[in-house]
């Protein structure tokens, strides 16, 4: 769904083809049909679901709201992911990416959120990075997180 009409079209397949590559690499359980929403939104909208939501006063690129248990069963509604056109454009811009390469490993960070991924211990973010990566690469986006 788009709540901003200055995103590009045709990012459907772009998002699918990420959504759908992260589940063959993260090997959740799939347990039936299953749904997911993806908002193309912009900084103002992200600025108030990241304060409503998380409570911090600025926009940010993505957000994610599971509606399955951390590494549940793939099924049913899974949860919303929201993306911020203005943020995207910036950091594809400021990392020397194009915004299809930043889209789709934005999509795919907030689809691991989705699926039980985080990155709040170092632990985690080694976990989750590597993974990402590895979804990535298999997508031909390069490593974000390459030094």
Known sequence: MRNDDAWPEDLDPLAERAVLEALKQAKPKIKGAAELSILLTN???QHE???QWRGK???TNVLSFPQIEPFGPVVGILG????ARETLER???EQGVT?????T???VHGFLHILGYDHLTDAE????ESLETQILASLGVEDPYAD
Request: charged share 25%; glycine share 0%; hydrophobic share 45%.
């Open 99 to 103: 915004f299809e390469a930043h889209f």
């Open 49 to 51: 679901l990241n304060q």
């Open 125 to 128: 973010a080694l976990q989750m």
């Open 91 to 93: 950091e594809a811009a």
């Open 80 to 83: 919303d992911i929201t993306l």
């Open 43 to 45: 900084d103002e909208e």
């Open 57 to 59: 006063d600025s926009s």
């Open 105 to 107: 490993h934005l999509v």
